[in-house]
């Protein structure tokens, strides 16, 4: 079967960094996402990665293995505003969207 | 740019009873729209594809009897619960895109969400 998998949940203290972990096993790889989602909002787009390595968004960068099924976002200089939950969701090659159920990250000051 | 509405944000209902919920892309045409539902502490599950004008596919388990999807135009989808029951209670989440197929899912944006709460 297809299968996402992430941390349920991550402290991490304002200003520092922290790196979210994704595996995936799915039928085919068109691409992985990470999407933040906040408490009882919809989520909000972070990246795409479709080929291997690591690109950079301002604070937020994302990595790809497709070789190891795995990503990972990483979160520098951290703000409480970035507590929120994090989504990694993979494209297979039926062009579905498998969601994993969400790294829920909590930053202390 | 590229934003999504949803009415209403919340709506509290009896059992038995039906809830429409709207969903609206306000500054651009939504060749396609995609309808979510999301349980507490679990991963986002896709519902239903709809294409302006034509029917919405429904992935496997979703009763479309139950989940009524009218893409009417190329700026609103609706999502009917029909004889809604407590189980039904979720957070029900549109998403819309300017293209079609594979090249939708990449490019979807969200919609804030809808709160359903059966009694």
């Known amino acids: 079967g297809q299968n996402i998998d992430q941390p349920t949940e991550m402290t991490a203290t304002e200003g520092a960094i922290v790196q979210i972990n994704c595996t995936y096993q799915t039928s085919g790889f068109n691409g992985l996402f990470w999407y933040q989602q906040h408490a009882g909002e919809a989520p909000t787009f972070l990246s795409y990665?479709?080929l291997d390595g690591l690109e950079e968004k301002g604070r937020f960068s994302s990595f790809l293995s497709r070789s190891k099924g795995y990503s990972y976002l990483l979160l520098k200089e951290l703000q409480m505003k970035d507590s929120a939950s994090y989504l990694c969701?993979?494209?297979?090659?039926?062009?579905?969207?498998?969601w994993g159920a969400g790294t829920k990250l909590i930053i202390k000051p | 740019g590229a934003v999504v509405s949803q009415h209403p944000s919340r709506v509290i209902c009896k059992s038995g009873t039906s809830v429409k919920i709207e969903c609206r892309s306000l500054d651009f045409q939504a060749t396609t729209m995609f309808w979510y539902r999301q349980f507490p502490k679990q991963s986002l599950m896709l519902m239903a594809t709809s294409n302006e004008g034509s029917k919405a596919t429904y992935e496997q388990g979703v009763e479309k009897d139950k989940f009524l999807i009218n893409h009417a135009s190329l700026t609103l989808s609706t999502l009917t619960v029909t004889s809604a029951h407590p189980e039904d209670s979720s957070f029900y989440i549109c998403?819309?895109?300017?293209?079609?197929?594979?090249?939708?899912?990449?490019?979807?944006?969200f919609g804030p969400g809808t709160r359903l709460l059966v009694l």
């Open positions: 969701a993979v494209m297979d090659s039926n062009y579905q969207l498998i």
């Open positions: 990665n479709v």
């Open positions: 998403s819309a895109s300017p293209l079609k197929g594979s090249q939708g899912l990449e490019t979807q944006y």
